[in-house]
Nanobody, 120 residues
Framework: QVQLVESGGGLVQPGGSLRLSCAAPPIIFTAYTMGWYRQIPGKQRELVATIERGGAPRGGSTVYADSVKGRFTISRDFAKNTVDLQMNSLKPTDTALYFC?????????WGQGTQVTVSP
């Protein structure tokens, strides 16, 4: 089974920053669309950002949820086979369990989730 491992979650004040990282097997990292999703208890899991397959240094095209545009940046680290999510200007409404996702050719894999809490 494909293993996606997220890290970087934690507690941060409003306006602060966190950087999430998702480690993926190289074959998954290079061939799959990668993304971050988040879920609040009782609510549907929602897209945060995705990045298409693509070569170094930039990777492929990106998609962001309207709620995070201009604040979050998704990127690929080709040296480490990780997909990172830089989250700036965090708001309490960003509080959620964040999941890494890999998707391609009808296959869909998820990480275990990492908690992000934004609170004064």
């Amino acid at each position: 089974q494909v293993q996606l491992v997220e890290s970087g979650g934690g507690l941060v004040q409003p306006g602060g920053s966190l950087r999430l990282s998702c480690a993926a097997p190289p074959i998954i990292f290079t061939a799959y669309t990668m993304g971050w999703y988040r879920q609040i208890p009782g609510k549907q899991r929602e897209l945060v950002a995705t990045i298409e397959r693509g070569g170094a240094p930039r990777g492929g095209s990106t998609v962001y949820a309207d709620s995070v545009k201009g604040r979050f940046t998704i990127s690929r680290d080709f040296a480490k086979n990780t997909v990172d999510l830089q989250m700036n200007s965090l708001k309490p409404t960003d509080t959620a369990l964040y999941f890494c996702n890999a998707n391609a050719q009808g296959k869909n894999y998820w990480g275990q989730g990492t908690q992000v809490t934004v609170s004064p």
